[in-house]
């Protein structure tokens, strides 16, 4: 009879842990419901860089992928600008690829950008927001780590120093 | 830890303070006094009794009534302190919430930031504040319904001597004939009692099932906080904003990327008094500027196919719809409502390439702020190149020109102007009301000449398939209020003894109103209705 009666409280008492925890979690998650998630496939996305060449993200299985969202008029990311453009460099020829997001402003707002601090790796606009949404892009700067398998290993919100670029870059090396 | 036997033969649980079967006084201390609590019926609530693992200790915390109003007190502190200042979703939007507190409320805001107070309802501790009461509730109901219901279930008859003497209503009489019984007894059916019998002994028992009232009402609180707790499943809730532009093909965030929406026009209309009926008139003339109506010309499309992110859409067009102040678009499970406006943004400038000297005019150049192009030919030898673009132009901390957003608040661009007479190009910077020279001796100059606007509008998209379960929760809870409040439990027993009808009643509530029932039960029996023993109670 206690022995039922401890069963039973047990049982209701875990279920409505259960429930409590359930709730939670779900909250403390919601925005990052539908989003990417650390692990899963990178949702994939298509955009022409500045040059007129088309980016594919499932295209750059077999390398890193180190994806950055950005804006001309967001100070952090105009401070990283120069640091991701000497990591490129030193690992572009490593299996590492930079691709990097303007959140849809004037092409020729980011021509000038671009022209300002001398970049050199592949910048694309997103101009219909479509890859932001897929991201869940907010605010600026956003990074992406995407490992050789197409999985993203890591997301970082806010400026970048050069160390922690080195660090993301040897990070998703392959 | 043992089961306790009343004498009458039955066993009771631990803890029993009156025998469930025949209403003895099992506990000591109850003994001495004059009047029984009849609370729960003197059934052992065995939270009080076992103590003994880490279970049991949970348990009874929230078994404790006083725990549970404490922590409905406690919410409703909690709940209050929110509503001080705006909670984070209610202010502008674009700005840094840690600096718009601080700003607009000084070292308070900041405290009240740095506490969380921002995002008060959706914090962790407040939502365990919320769950502690629903867990409070399971369990303060279980605890009380159960040994409620087995000594509903289990009471005998003929009841204990010492029972019916600590009741508040009592009474001796002389021993009835029959036909005084019997007349009791239709007395008693007239007015719907349930009668049952044992040696000549009655007891006569009316709505019963308005003791379940309150617990009734407990289930209707518990699917209520189910229905709130389902919110937060992915699918069920959907509460999101979006503002768009005219002109402009947004996804519908919540749908994840299924349909699209095209703002074809924002119309905000007043009320005019040459136009409007005139009985508006006077209301007018005292309000000044009254809003008629604000409304969303939108086209709603689907989309087809598999596309990757970033290539372009294959949109099929379902239908036209005009969204107003609460007549929303529905699709699907979701509803799309009018909720806030912006007119007048920027969209398109007109310059004119103009001749300082002579004011003559080339020509005009419209540009597209959102995406303007670079190069405008104008014939004969001139055009203009657009050297920078800058949508909210300011200067930055080393005085060079900048831009706070991509929204075109306040544009600046430079040009580059190629004329016959100068054909290398002059660099002139133009933002509103000031232009500003290289060289400082242009010849030519960029003349605003005017600009388009669009209006925006900013859409709710709401979905909640959480909303009938709150109602039906909702309803289960008033089923409960209305068991519980709108009738009264009442028994009446009366037993044999020596010669003697001993009588004793007892209701849950309304003792006025059962007094009077059994003064018209209790006439022509020859027997006296059962007294109020309660001090108080006698006046009334």
Known sequence: MKKKRLVVRTIILLVLAAAVGYTLYANLTKDEVNKVEIGKQAPNFVLVDMEGKKHKLSDYKGQGVFLNFWATWCGPCEREMPYIDNQYKQYKDQGVKVLTVDVGESKIAVDKFIERHHLTFPVMIDKDGQVQTAYGINPLPYTFLIDKDGKVVRSYKGELTEETIKSFMEEIKP | ?540
Not at chain 2, 34 to 56: C, F, H, P
Not at chain 2, 156 to 163: D, I, L, P, S
């Open chain 2, 1 to 540: 830890m043992n089961d306790v036997k009343c004498e009458c033969g039955h066993v009771n649980p631990h803890g029993t303070v009156l025998c469930e079967s025949c209403g003895k006084v099992l506990e000591e201390k109850e003994e001495s006094k004059k009047l029984l609590d009849m609370r729960y019926e003197g059934s052992a609530r065995r939270s009080q009794t076992y103590n003994k693992t880490i279970v049991d200790k949970i348990w009874n915390f929230f078994s404790s009534v006083k725990v549970g109003v404490i922590l409905i007190v406690v919410t409703l502190i909690a709940s209050s302190l929110g509503t001080i200042l705006p909670q984070e979703m209610y202010i502008p939007q674009m700005t840094t919430p840690a600096e718009y507190y601080e700003d607009q409320y000084g070292w308070f805001g900041k405290l009240y930031y740095e506490l969380d107070f921002n995002n008060l309802y959706s914090s962790w501790w407040y939502l365990l504040l919320i769950a502690s009461i629903g867990v409070s509730l399971v369990i303060c109901s279980l605890d009380r319904v159960i040994p409620l219901y087995r000594a509903l279930k289990n009471q005998r008859v003929e009841r204990h001597e010492g029972f019916m003497k600590r009741q508040r209503l009592y009474g001796v009489s002389e021993q009835p004939g029959e036909e005084a019984m019997s007349r009791l007894e239709q007395n008693l059916k007239a007015k719907k009692y349930h009668i049952r019998k044992k040696n000549g002994s009655i007891l006569a028992e009316k709505n019963r099932f308005s003791r379940w009232g309150p617990y009734v009402n407990h289930i209707g609180l518990i699917i209520f906080l189910i229905g709130a707790m389902l919110r937060f499943v992915p699918g069920m809730y959907v509460d999101e904003l979006l503002w768009i532009r005219e002109g402009e093909t947004k996804a519908i965030p919540g749908t994840d990327g299924q349909y699209y929406l095209k703002n074809n026009k924002f119309i905000f209309q007043k009320y005019d008094k040459k136009k409007d009926n005139e009985v508006f008139g006077a209301a007018l003339d005292r309000a000044g500027m009254v809003a008629k109506n604000y409304q969303s010309n939108v086209t709603l499309y689907e989309k087809k196919g598999d596309t990757v992110a970033g290539e372009s859409l294959n949109l099929k067009k379902l239908k036209e719809a005009k969204i107003r102040v609460n007549q929303p678009l529905k699709i699907d499970k979701f509803a799309i409502y009018q909720v806030d406006y912006k007119l007048d943004e920027l969209s398109k400038m007109h310059l004119a390439l103009q001749n300082k000297d002579t004011g003559e005019e080339i020509g005009t150049i419209k540009v597209n702020l959102y995406n303007p192009e670079t190069k405008y030919d104008l014939k004969n030898g001139y055009f203009v190149e657009l050297k920078s673009y800058f949508p909210d132009f300011e200067f930055d901390e080393n005085s060079n020109p900048t831009t706070k957003s991509k929204v075109p608040n306040n544009p600046a661009f430079v040009f580059k102007m190629v004329t016959p007479e100068k054909p290398d190009g002059e660099v002139s910077f133009v933002a509103i009301r000031q232009t500003i020279e290289v060289d400082g001796n242009n010849s030519y100059k960029m003349a605003f000449k005017g600009v388009e606007t669009k209006n925006v509008a900013a859409l709710t998209i709401r979905k909640d398939l959480t909303l009938w379960i709150l109602g039906f929760g909702g309803l289960i809870f008033m089923i409960g209020v209305i068991q519980g409040a709108y009738w009264n439990h009442r028994r009446l027993w009366v037993k044999i003894v020596d010669g003697k009808a001993v009588t004793a009643g007892h209701t849950n509530k309304n003792w006025y109103g059962f007094k009077r029932e059994l003064e018209g039960v209790f006439e022509g029996t020859g027997m006296e209705s059962p007294a109020e023993q309660l001090e108080s109670g006698k006046k009334g």
